[in-house]
């Protein structure tokens, strides 16, 4: 087979790889807005019974007895935050994911 037949059927392979490949990625990003999530992606929360002063009192379990205490970013200790991320994912601010 002569080169420039070679270079050709390498080009031509490298095209239908890249259209499958954005075909692919259109499919797969179009499912993502399309399919419904299930109707219980959120969770009850735990009920929080607190004295005049604010201090916690009794927690309450929730229907599937779980504590589930919610607590907005900035009541949680930024150390706590660090060390999770860091035993989780140690490369978790160096990716370059999103």
Do not use: A, H
Not at 30 to 56: A, C, H, M, Q, Y
Not at 60 to 74: N, Q
């Amino acid at each position: 087979m002569p080169i420039q037949m070679q270079v050709i059927l390498k080009l031509i392979k490298n095209k239908v790889f890249t259209i499958t490949t954005c075909l692919s990625s259109l499919i797969f990003y179009i499912s993502l807005f399309t399919i419904p999530l299930p109707k219980n992606i959120n969770p009850d929360w735990s009920r929080i019974v607190r004295f005049s002063s604010g201090e916690v009192m009794r927690v309450y379990l929730t229907s599937d007895e779980k504590w589930r205490i919610f607590l907005s970013l900035e009541e949680i200790d930024p150390l706590f935050v660090k060390t999770t991320i860091l035993y989780e994912d140690k490369f978790f601010f160096f990716s370059s994911r999103f």
